[in-house]
């Protein structure tokens, strides 16, 4: 099975090599200390957030949504008083995790609008989570404590989930919030990086750790041209990402990164290829697997010899993809004259 996926790897690459001669040279989650900072137009709809998630003994029904109004469940979460229970539609295993601190100062929801109170008190907003933005539409209960519905609008290029509508609906029913059976709960080991992987763990690292550097994604086209798709700026205090076909930059988190995904290390089955060059600087060559929950993909990873940090890499996704396309190439420039802050 291993020699099957590294062939495949192998070839997955050999294919690229185009794109690589090509390249060969070269919404913002805020989480304030004080309340004082919280969008005083988001007020009611935090506090409903924090209230739903503070509280337990409720469910969190995730659900798809299709043309002709017609949806289906794609995940059911329970919240009890110290963990939280998840199950996939269709499948009768749960898996446990524990329950954060939540946070009375986080700006879930900003940019606040209140639509009206027919069916519960409804708000648009801007949805904020480290590494995912949506737009969003929410419905508070009638007395406004919690959150009754809440639609998620993510950008096609920056889904949690399979699918770029979510709809959420919470259910305050405790006889259908139950702690799922013991033996229907999946123990989850606590995750541990892959040892293979050792090597482009620590340039990952690096290279998060890094400030004024940029970061670019092209898509990789059939006949190994490249095209433009994203570009990241990560300056001293801040970073900004452009969609090549927008004009406007908008603001993220730097942080907001780690090497494990949800379900694992971002980085496993790591091997060795070659001592190489890119330009005139030696590079080491690996491929891996890379995990982005909800996507995976076969991954190419060139880390530098100079300084240790990730100079590209070339990514195939499984099904799904993260983009509207299945090969994206991602490079770094490490030239502070990259990375300034664009225009206001």
Not at 221 to 228: A, N, P, Q
């Amino acid at each position: 099975m291993e020699v099957q996926q590294y062939c495949r790897i192998a070839a997955f690459f050999a294919g690229l090599l185009v794109a690589q001669s090509a390249l060969a040279g070269g919404a913002h989650s805020q989480r304030p200390d004080e309340p004082e900072l919280l969008d005083p137009t988001c007020t009611a709809v935090n506090e409903a957030y924090v209230n739903t998630r503070k509280g337990y003994g409720y469910r969190e029904l995730v659900h798809q949504p299709f043309k002709g109004g017609n949806t289906k469940e794609y995940i059911e979460i329970i919240y009890r008083a110290a963990n939280e229970f998840q199950r996939y539609s269709g499948r009768s295993a749960w898996q446990k995790f524990e329950i954060p601190e939540v946070n009375p100062y986080d700006q879930r929801f900003t940019s606040c609008t209140f639509v009206d109170s027919h069916n519960g008190y409804h708000y648009y907003a801007n949805w904020n989570k480290p590494g995912y933005r949506a737009s969003a539409e929410i419905w508070l209960t009638r007395d406004r404590h919690k959150l009754l519905k809440v639609i998620r609008r993510y950008p096609p290029d920056g889904k949690e989930f399979p699918f770029s509508t979510v709809i959420s609906k919470f259910d305050y029913n405790a006889e259908t919030a139950k702690r799922p059976d013991d033996a229907l709960v999946v123990a989850r080991e606590i995750p541990k990086n892959d040892p293979t992987c050792d090597a482009v763990n620590a340039a990952y690292v690096k290279t998060r750790q890094s400030r004024e550097y940029s970061d670019t994604v092209y898509q990789v086209k059939e006949d190994g041209s490249i095209k433009l798709y994203i570009e990241s700026r990560v300056t001293k205090t801040e970073a900004f990402e452009r969609y090549a076909f927008s004009k406007e930059w908008r603001s993220f988190d730097p942080n907001a990164w780690s090497i494990f995904d949800r379900q694992g290390p971002k980085f496993t089955n790591c091997t060795f290829v070659e001592n190489t060059k890119i330009g005139s600087e030696p590079a080491k060559h690996y491929n891996a697997r890379w995990h982005k929950f909800p996507f995976s993909a076969d991954i190419g990873i060139w880390v530098s010899d100079n300084d240790g940090r990730l100079m590209k890499n070339l990514r195939r996704y499984d099904d799904p993809w993260e983009f509207s396309f299945q090969n994206a190439l991602e490079v770094f420039n490490y030239d502070p004259a990259s990375a300034v802050a664009p225009p206001d």
